[in-house]
């Protein structure tokens, strides 16, 4: 038996060797470092207008959702924020679930099938790729944004239905997908168009409605959506956004709807309240743009390769894993804190720093990473 972790022990070491052994790192509630690299896109994982809301939640439906959905998992506070959830991104029918992982996993899995071809961007985020694993449908991967490419897929294709998977925003360069041409493709061929929508929730498109609903095809019954509610939203959890008749199987077939506990209260009151005020304050997502602008300009400044933002995402493409590594703590020393993507997050030859835009950064802050990024970069 002493020699049964020998194997763990050597992958292990391996990914020591190489640069990309990961650790998770506890932060502190309240913290001086100017915080790049996560998620909070709209600023309002503090704001009180969303925290009571996610007390006043808890206190009124308890911690805990109790079961699953179809148990005694679905709350009051569930149906609501799948109204507006659907309402606010332009569409009929939305279906809450404990994140945008297992929504993900949802609705790919209940929509695929061996009569299905799915056709998936390269660059799609590890849930499309886990979920498109988890099909019995053959699947064709195609290059990064290649209209033409998703086009001869479904041309080629030997089934007689097919899914097209995509993220809105991709989640390390930040580009957005050219989702009206591939809804016109998909729609050419008979085939259904799943989007993603993780980054472009809150920053991408009039009032933060996202990829979608900026492309106009916001609506179509031949489109869902997937969203999350832990980026510019400020909580936890997904959904699945579309036609009823999309959510009406899920229910009945989605494996992490059916058999996952439902999502907590204090999410869904954090969620809801998040909504209110970004449809109350509609500028917050060009301020989240605006910021991204001026990020990639300072990264551009200092001859680093990057890209232009179209949502929050700027990285600071460095291409080796340990210089990327040391960047990354080298900026935590001096006061900021940027994410750090290496494979097989990103290819070989990729690994970047990558900085998330807020809409509540100041020029103060900007000036800040100006300061520490030449400082670590030049």
Same mark, same amino acid.
């Given at each position: 038996?002493?020699?049964?972790?020998?194997?763990?022990?050597?992958?292990?070491?391996?990914?020591?060797?190489?640069?990309?052994?990961?650790?998770?790192?506890?932060?502190?509630?309240?913290?001086?470092?100017?915080?790049?690299?996560?998620?909070?896109?709209?600023?309002?994982?503090?704001?009180?207008?969303?925290?009571?809301?996610?007390?006043?939640?808890?206190?009124?439906?308890?911690?805990?959702?109790?079961?699953?959905?179809?148990?005694?998992?679905?709350?009051?506070?569930?149906?609501?924020?799948?109204?507006?959830?659907?309402?606010?991104?332009?569409?009929?029918?939305?279906?809450?679930?404990?994140?945008?992982?297992?929504?993900?996993?949802?609705?790919?899995?209940?929509?695929?099938?061996?009569?299905?071809?799915?056709?998936?961007?390269?660059?799609?985020?590890?849930?499309?790729?886990?979920?498109?694993?988890?099909?019995?449908?053959?699947?064709?991967?195609?290059?990064?944004?290649?209209?033409?490419?998703?086009?001869?897929?479904?041309?080629?294709?030997?089934?007689?239905?097919?899914?097209?998977?995509?993220?809105?925003?991709?989640?390390?360069?930040?580009?957005?997908?050219?989702?009206?041409?591939?809804?016109?493709?998909?729609?050419?061929?008979?085939?259904?168009?799943?989007?993603?929508?993780?980054?472009?929730?809150?920053?991408?498109?009039?009032?933060?409605?996202?990829?979608?609903?900026?492309?106009?095809?916001?609506?179509?019954?031949?489109?869902?959506?997937?969203?999350?509610?832990?980026?510019?939203?400020?909580?936890?959890?997904?959904?699945?956004?579309?036609?009823?008749?999309?959510?009406?199987?899920?229910?009945?077939?989605?494996?992490?709807?059916?058999?996952?506990?439902?999502?907590?209260?204090?999410?869904?009151?954090?969620?809801?309240?998040?909504?209110?005020?970004?449809?109350?304050?509609?500028?917050?997502?060009?301020?989240?743009?605006?910021? =991204?602008? #001026?990020? %990639? !300009?300072?990264?551009?400044? +200092? &001859? $680093?390769?990057?890209?232009?933002?179209?949502?929050?995402? /700027? @990285?600071?493409?460095?291409?080796?894993?340990?210089? =990327?590594? #040391?960047? %990354? !703590?080298?900026?935590?020393? +001096? &006061? $900021?804190?940027?994410?750090?993507?290496?494979?097989?997050? /990103? @290819?070989?030859?990729?690994?970047?720093?990558?900085?998330?835009?807020?809409?509540?950064?100041?020029?103060?802050? +900007?000036?800040?990473?100006?300061?520490?990024?030449?400082?670590?970069?030049?």
């Amino acid at each position: 038996m002493s020699g049964a972790l020998d194997r763990v022990r050597e992958l292990l070491a391996a990914r020591e060797a190489a640069g990309l052994r990961r650790f998770p790192k506890a932060r502190p509630a309240h913290e001086t470092v100017l915080d790049l690299a996560g998620n909070d896109y709209l600023g309002l994982t503090h704001d009180r207008r969303v925290t009571s809301a996610a007390g006043e939640a808890a206190r009124t439906w308890g911690a805990g959702a109790t079961g699953s959905r179809l148990v005694t998992g679905t709350i009051e506070l569930h149906l609501e924020l799948e109204q507006r959830l659907a309402s606010f991104m332009g569409s009929s029918s939305a279906l809450v679930f404990g994140s945008g992982y297992a929504a993900n996993l949802a609705v790919v899995t209940a929509l695929a099938g061996p009569d299905v071809t799915v056709v998936a961007d390269a660059s799609n985020h590890a849930s499309l790729i886990d979920a498109c694993r988890l099909t019995r449908s053959p699947v064709e991967v195609v290059p990064h944004r290649d209209v033409a490419a998703i086009g001869r897929a479904l041309t080629g294709r030997e089934t007689e239905h097919a899914l097209v998977v995509t993220d809105s925003v991709f989640s390390v360069d930040g580009d957005l997908a050219p989702l009206a041409a591939l809804h016109a493709a998909s729609r050419a061929h008979g085939a259904l168009l799943i989007v993603d929508e993780a980054h472009a929730l809150g920053v991408v498109g009039d009032g933060g409605r996202g990829g979608v609903h900026a492309a106009g095809i916001a609506g179509e019954p031949d489109v869902v959506q997937t969203v999350t509610l832990s980026k510019s939203l400020a909580a936890q959890g997904g959904a699945v956004i579309g036609d009823p008749a999309v959510t009406d199987l899920l229910i009945s077939t989605a494996r992490t709807f059916i058999f996952d506990t439902g999502l907590a209260p204090a999410s869904a009151g954090a969620a809801l309240a998040a909504l209110d005020i970004l449809i109350a304050e509609p500028d917050l997502p060009f301020a989240v743009r605006s910021n =991204a602008d #001026a990020l %990639a !300009a300072i990264v551009a400044g +200092l &001859g $680093v390769e990057t890209v232009k933002p179209d949502a929050a995402v /700027v @990285p600071a493409i460095l291409g080796d894993p340990l210089r =990327a590594v #040391a960047a %990354a !703590a080298a900026c935590l020393e +001096l &006061g $900021v804190r940027v994410g750090c993507f290496r494979p097989p997050s /990103v @290819p070989e030859g990729r690994s970047c720093l990558r900085l998330t835009s807020r809409a509540d950064l100041r020029t103060a802050d +900007l000036e800040q990473v100006q300061s520490v990024l030449t400082t670590v970069l030049l």
